[in-house]
């Protein structure tokens, strides 16, 4: 008897993120077909040809975290995303003999064999299903069969969270546009903080039992912090030098404002309890909090600010302190680090994500040097904060 689509796809749904849905479903495959040990889902970012791993799931617990790949260093699938097949491999260890990350891990973790089924959307690639077994020859067409089902309920859900994630950035960036923040903050600063807070979540994902899933998300937000600017009138937003205080207070219910911007567009995509919703709101929410209690809106103290929020404020401060701005010089490395470190000191920043940023020396410089800001300084910046 067929797997009941209906029925999975509502028992998958019963789950916040995707990586649960993945295992939900994963639970019911092996109660069927206990051969079945993992299944994995590779997303593919097509404007760098890039594949990253997002969720899986496992007997074992066992997992390949934080791998990425270009999709042209690794023909096999190249083809299969051209043909727009699944494909079989009964024997891992004659087939993959091409040695990669993920060759090796699969043959170092015993598997055996696998099937594997590229996700569109429309006619685009968009991902990978990877199931894979430590038993040779255990894709029979029998197998494969009920597999096709669970491929298609896990690729209707990821294209549909993928489409709500990017409705709900581009919906933020929209807003971004209309209150002009292109004049406050250069789009190399949003992206060069972004790229730090990957950094510095995929550096402690391990101890802290991050997920691809919300690592993915985090880099997608992390831009988004400021979106309640909107609200902020020009003469304040814009204004060069200084603010009184009268004028930061204002400034300061940028937060509040945001958080507001931020559950109407969450709520209007019916995703309230959503994964990539809650990670936005936290950033959204928590960005200016500093673990001493001195930050806004709500003086929270360090353990009790969303790590993301602790991450991209790190990412924010690096950025700020060691890029150009109309009214200051870029710091230099020595100072930037010493700098994070007093303030880490001081409780403000988390220290094990000032230090994982430190850490990361060389991929920190290629990020500041590839997303230079050239010609897009702005004019004018408020020093608000």
């Known amino acids: 008897m067929p797997f009941d689509s209906l029925v999975l796809k509502n028992i998958a749904m019963s789950r916040s993120d995707m990586t649960g849905r993945l295992a939900g479903l994963h639970d019911i495959v092996r109660a069927r077909h206990p051969a079945v040990n993992r299944i994995a889902l590779v997303l593919y970012e097509p404007a760098k040809d890039l594949l990253r791993t997002f969720a899986s799931s496992s007997d074992d617990g066992q997992a390949l975290r934080h791998y990425e790949a270009h999709l042209a260093a690794v023909p096999s699938l190249r083809a299969l995303a051209a043909e727009h097949i699944p494909r079989v491999i009964d024997n891992l260890d004659l087939s993959l003999r091409e040695p990669s990350v993920h060759s090796l891990w699969l043959k170092a973790q015993s ?215 109309p009214y200051k010089r870029a710091w230099s490395e020595a100072e930037c680090v010493a700098e994070l470190r007093r303030e880490a000191a001081l409780n403000r920043l988390d220290a094990r994500c000032v230090e994982a940023l430190i850490a990361a020396e060389a991929e920190r410089t290629h990020i500041r040097e590839a997303l230079s800001d050239g010609d897009d300084l702005p004019a004018t910046l408020a020093t608000s904060g």
């Open 111 to 325: 598997y055996q064999s696998s099937y594997t089924v590229p996700v569109y959307a429309g006619k685009r690639l968009s991902a990978f299903l990877f199931f894979d077994s430590r038993q040779a020859a255990a894709f029979t067409p029998d197998v494969t069969t009920d597999l096709d089902v669970i491929a298609d309920i896990l690729a209707q859900l990821y294209v549909l969270r993928m489409a709500a994630v990017n409705t709900l950035v581009g919906a933020v960036d929209v807003a971004k546009g209309l209150a002009r923040m292109r004049d406050v903050e250069t789009g190399a600063h949003l992206e060069r903080m972004a790229s730090y807070s990957r950094l510095i979540a995929v550096a402690l994902a391990d101890s802290l039992g991050l997920s691809d899933e919300f690592i993915e998300y985090l880099h997608l937000f992390a831009p988004l912090h400021d979106i309640g600017k909107v609200g902020i009138p020009d003469r304040i937003l814009l204004k060069p030098g200084k603010l009184d205080d009268e004028e930061r207070r204002c400034m300061q219910q940028h937060v509040p404002v945001g958080v507001q911007l931020a559950r109407n567009i969450v709520s209007d995509l019916g995703i309230d309890n959503d994964l990539a919703a809650s990670v936005m709101l936290n950033v959204v929410a928590h960005h200016h909090e500093r673990g001493d209690g001195s930050g806004y809106p709500q003086g929270l103290m360090l353990d009790d600010i969303p790590i993301e929020a602790r991450i991209v404020a790190v990412a924010d401060v690096y950025d700020a302190i060691s890029s150009t701005r």
